[in-house]
Nanobody, 123 residues
Framework: QVQLVESGGGLVQSGGSLRLSCAAS????????MGWYRQAPGKQRELVTS???????EYLYSVKGRFAISRDNPKNTVYLQMNSLKPADTAVYHC?????????????????WGQGTQVTVSS
């Protein structure tokens, strides 16, 4: 079993910055993809950004140039640096670990989600 624990959310003024962290713990051999989704009240969940184990990154168009994802593979931790925040970025941000291989000889993979951390950007 794998657990994801997020930290770093909070309240910030428009134009400010926040850094989110997400640490995965438990039985882990490899995590292929880590990243962040967000969901604002009354809106659909959207994929903000993801990073593969070999460093391939994707961003939601609206956060390109403002957000930066990074990953520490030995620590099974992913970070999200959020700059130039806007009220539209207000949401609960959920970390995810996709295609987790728990043991070397496993032939199946699992996906895991964190509980989420609130990010609120005031105007």
């Amino acid at each position: 079993q794998v657990q994801l624990v997020e930290s770093g959310g909070g309240l910030v003024q428009s134009g400010g910055s926040l850094r989110l962290s997400c640490a995965a713990s438990g039985s882990i051999f490899m995590i292929y993809v880590m990243g962040w989704y967000r969901q604002a009240p009354g809106k659909q969940r959207e994929l903000v950004t993801s990073i593969t184990d070999d460093g391939t990154i994707e961003y939601l168009y609206s956060v390109k140039g403002r957000f930066a994802i990074s990953r520490d593979n030995p620590k099974n931790t992913v970070y999200l640096q959020m700059n130039s925040l806007k009220p539209a970025d207000t949401a609960v941000y959920h970390c995810f670990a996709e295609r987790v291989k728990e043991h070397l000889l496993d032939t199946t993979y699992s996906d895991y989600w964190g509980q989420g951390t609130q990010v609120t950007v005031s105007s």
